[in-house]
């Protein structure tokens, strides 16, 4: 296991001092529990910026775009009619 020296100010020590006694968890594992939910909220937002691109990347492709426009174009009647003739295959 690693070790970190971390230096923060008095306000926000004050403040994970009065966190730390409400929660009745030790200063270490708070820090170590705000760490693993800021990493995996880093983690979310890198996801959601790449997904929005893969995103704008589908809606620029012509070819993407006219079968979107098929789709969007059919009623829910006819997908559950293809759906159907899928099964009976």
């Known amino acids: 296991m690693k070790s970190i020296l971390l230096k923060i100010d008095d306000?926000?020590?004050?403040?994970?001092?009065?966190?730390?006694?409400?929660?009745?968890i030790s200063k270490?594992?708070?820090?170590?529990?705000?760490?693993?939910e800021a990493i995996k909220a880093y983690k979310l937002n890198q996801l959601k910026k790449e997904l929005k691109k893969e995103i704008e990347l589908i809606k620029a492709d012509k070819e993407t775009q006219a079968e979107m426009k098929i789709f969007e174009e059919a009623s829910l009647v006819d997908l559950a009619k293809f759906l159907e003739d899928e099964n009976d295959c």
């Not at 270490?28 to 705000?34: A, L």
């Open 28 to 36: 270490t594992g708070f820090i170590k529990k705000s760490l693993e």
């Open 11 to 24: 306000e926000l020590f004050e403040d994970l001092e009065e966190s730390v006694k409400e929660l009745k």
